[in-house]
Every structure is written in structure tokens, then in C-alpha cells.
């Protein structure tokens, strides 16, 4: 069965941080392009950060440039984002997925997904 959990959300004041962290099992990992989506209430989902398997590149929205980063542990199965300088436009519910192959970071192409978890910016 294939699982991807999320955890690390929460609520932190503006500029400060968090790490999110999605454990998978049931696939093999290693092989699939893997993201980090977000979505806030009224607005279409989003990619936020994405690893690309072909060649290990990554991707990041214009607007978490230089304050997040993607990361994976093949061995866990594992990917992370770490969430620096949150602003309260960076609320959303935010989402790890993962897609075999080769894929860009558009939510259309991501078939396995987690279910969630809530992070909230205050000002």
C-alpha cells in the first residue's frame, strides 16, 4: 500500500521556521519525482518545491526562493522542507507527492499524495 504521511506543520510567528518532513512507504522512492505542494483556502494548489529525478535538479516557486529547501534520504524514503523566514502569505496546507518517472513541479502530474498538514504565519 502506498503511504505518504506529512508531519512537522504547525503555527509560528512571521520569520521563523519550520521543517516538514513526509515519510513514504509502498514504492520505491528512489525512482519517483517527488514535490512539495501547498494549498490556502480559496486558491488553486500549488508547487512549491520539487526534486526532478531525471538529473536530481530542483525546482522552487519564485516565491519561497532562498527560504526553503527540498531535501530527501533515499534510505528513510523520506523528504523534507525546511521552511526558513516564513511570512503569512506562506499559509497554507501543504502537501508531499510523489509521480514515477520524470515530472515537472505541477500538481496535474503527481498521482500519490499525502493528506496534509496545516501551517500557519502569524504576523
Known amino acids: 500500500e502506498v503511504q505518504l504521511a506529512e508531519s512537522g506543520g504547525g503555527l509560528v510567528q512571521a520569520g521563523g521556521s519550520l521543517r516538514l518532513s513526509c515519510a513514504t512507504s509502498?514504492?520505491?522512492?528512489?525512482?519517483?519525482?517527488i514535490g512539495w505542494f501547498r494549498q490556502a483556502p480559496g486558491k488553486e494548489r500549488e508547487g512549491v518545491s520539487c526534486i526532478m529525478r531525471s538529473d536530481g535538479s530542483t525546482y522552487y516557486a519564485d516565491s519561497v526562493k532562498g527560504r526553503f529547501t527540498i531535501s530527501s534520504d533515499n534510505a528513510k524514503s523520506t523528504m523534507y522542507l525546511q521552511m526558513n523566514d516564513l511570512q503569512p502569505e506562506d499559509t497554507a496546507t501543504y502537501y508531499c507527492a510523489a509521480v514515477i518517472g520524470i515530472a515537472w513541479c505541477d500538481p496535474l502530474e503527481y498521482d500519490k499524495w499525502g493528506q496534509g498538514t496545516q501551517v500557519t504565519v502569524s504576523s
Open positions: 509502498g514504492f520505491s522512492f528512489a525512482d519517483y519525482a
